[in-house]
């Protein structure tokens, strides 16, 4: 897709401050540090609109990107992040709960995961969660360029199969480093959106 418009709209930390011009949804949940707002800089195509980090905790609100006066990307706070203090970790639960359960223009939810690593307790329970509340969920396998690609088949196997993934929802392998699965990812958000 041909990116004319980007525009970081809010981070919001309270519902009231959420947008309220009912654009289409698509919010990025995963673990701290797996690369969500890397993903959302590439699909973008604005190196360092999303702040990313090599420190884990980096994006703490719900960082709202408008793209082509048409869409949200919402980048939500990554999970299961040790230094957190717990009252912290309790509001971002709470946060991202509230949100998930009762906002009416999100489409979908894009579950990153490192394509390297089985899915943590953490990502378990965002998937069910997510099924729980019937929310259309895309699972991303990050990091790909961190793995040789004779091995992307074998690991996105053993992701599906401890998620308990549904044959209903979709998936895309994803580099932040080198653009793959950029194109795939905007002609489902665009399927989603025409739904
Ligand atoms: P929090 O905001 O803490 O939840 O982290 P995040 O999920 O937003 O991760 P972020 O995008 O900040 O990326 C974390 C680190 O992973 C950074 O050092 C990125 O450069 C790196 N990274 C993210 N995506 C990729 C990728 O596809 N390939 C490689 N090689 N590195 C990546
Ligand atoms: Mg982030």
Redesign the pocket.
């Known amino acids: 897709m041909k990116i004319t418009n980007v525009e970081f709209v809010i981070s919001a930390v309270r519902p009231d401050q959420y947008p309220v011009d009912d654009l289409p949804e698509f919010a990025l949940a ?10 959302i800089n590439k699909m973008i195509m604005r190196k360092g609109l ?1 702040r ?3 420190q ?4 703490q609100q719900l960082n709202y990107y408008r793209v082509n006066e048409r869409v949200y990307l919402v ?1 939500f ?2 999970y299961g ?1 040790a230094k957190v203090s717990k009252v912290q970790r309790a509001q971002f639960g709470t946060m991202i709960e509230t949100f998930l359960g009762d906002r009416d223009p999100l489409r979908m939810v894009l579950l ?1 995961v490192d394509i390297r690593h089985s899915p943590s307790k953490d990502d378990i329970l965002m998937y069910d969660w997510l099924k729980h509340y019937e929310i259309p969920v895309c699972v991303v396998t ?5 793995v040789p690609k004779s091995q992307w088949p074998k690991q996105v196997k053993m992701i599906k199969t401890e998620l308990g993934f549904h044959p209903e929802d979709r998936h895309v392998l ?4 080198t653009g793959l699965g950029r194109e795939e990812l905007w002609a489902i958000i665009d399927e989603v959106i025409a739904e």
């Open positions: 995963g673990r701290s540090n797996v690369g969500k707002s890397s993903l999303a990313t980090s090599a884990p905790g980096k994006t980048d706070p990554g992040y990153i990050t990091k790909a360029d961190k994803f580099s932040s480093e």
